[in-house]
């Protein structure tokens, strides 16, 4: 237990030098904050847990010394226990049914869709509360955001009330504002899902090259998305026309889902692709597309819903079936 503790002291003091580094304002520290829940999530994965709790813990009480009782907060709410919380997913395990031959039964890992689905809630729970704090109601959250913006783009404060705001080389910077706004949520929620999947991975990975990783690694092909969570989206996509609070909080849901179903789609997409010629370079041109476009993950995210509607991947693995002897 004591090496646990030390394991998590040691997480949770790495998680807040990186969470710390955007004071600094460097494009770098971007980077390095989004990366905060790493140290914690290797943590969990290697060692236990609780370590990665006590990283959280440490962490949280670190920046408060450092910088003040908010960062407390922040740091848990956003990188602390979302990495306790995912790391403890996946190292949650069961004991399978026992086959017929009497041998000790295997363990029953918790499934990786539901790993991805977490990854998407955490991220959803996080911006909503950061919604939350900016203001309780959504004029008061756009307002907050309105005056951030102003002045992460230097808006000149000397405009007369209600009329036009002016920034030298930027036309239109209302509407930009406004648009940014709008946009903001949603994009945070995909940009959250998408950290904590890629921490949860970068985690697992490190973790395996050390020798530590208890739970087989998961085959991205068989992911699956449990099949509620497509209602879900459905009724998320319904609430965010709706105006207010209501459809801002629901356009969050949607995007996080979005960028889940997305994931499936991958995996359908490395499914139904085994045995192709061309298989590396469609993948690899889907891969690119989305990482330069950032719009055909939309596509993937159909795929994905279709696969949870009709099973997709079972459907194209029947029809390559040969037929049966003599038929």
Do not use: C
């Amino acid at each position: 237990m004591i090496r646990f503790a030390l394991i998590g002291v040691g997480a949770g003091v790495a998680a807040a030098v990186l969470f710390a580094s955007l004071t600094s304002g460097s494009l770098l520290s971007v980077v390095l904050f989004y990366l905060a829940p790493l140290p914690m999530m290797i943590a969990a994965l290697g060692w236990s847990h609780w370590s990665a709790l006590i990283g959280a813990l440490t962490g949280a009480l670190a920046l408060t010394v450092a910088f003040g009782s908010v960062f407390f907060f922040a740091f848990l709410a956003s990188a602390g226990l979302p990495a306790w919380w995912l790391g403890y997913l996946a190292m949650l395990a069961r004991a399978a049914p026992a086959g017929g031959n009497g041998g000790s039964a295997p363990l029953e890992w918790y499934p990786p869709g539901r790993l991805v689905m977490w990854a998407a809630l955490v991220a959803i729970l996080m911006i909503g509360a950061a919604i939350l704090y900016a203001g309780p109601d959504a004029e008061s959250f756009r307002a907050s955001m309105h005056q951030a913006f102003g002045q992460l783009l230097q808006v000149e404060t000397g405009a007369p009330s209600g009329g036009p705001v002016k920034v030298p080389g930027v036309s239109n910077t209302r509407h930009l504002i406004d648009f940014l706004v709008v946009a903001l949520p949603p994009a945070a929620a995909v940009l959250a899902t998408l950290t904590n999947m890629l921490n949860l991975w970068l985690a697992g990975r490190i973790v395996k090259f050390s020798g530590r990783l208890a739970r087989p690694w998961p085959a991205l092909a068989a992911m699956t998305l449990p099949r509620p969570l497509a209602g879900a989206l459905a009724l998320a996509t319904a609430l965010s026309f709706v105006g207010g609070l209501i459809g801002i909080m629901a356009g969050v849901v949607t995007a996080g889902l979005v960028m889940t179903f997305g994931v499936q789609g991958f995996a359908v997409l490395h499914a139904i692709t085994r045995g192709m010629n061309a298989r590396p370079f469609l993948l690899g041109g889907v891969y690119a597309a989305v990482l330069v476009f950032g719009w055909p993950l939309l596509v993937l995210s159909l795929l994905g819903l279709i696969e949870t509607i009709i099973d997709l991947r079972a459907r194209v693995a029947r029809m390559r079936q040969p037929p049966p002897a003599g038929g």
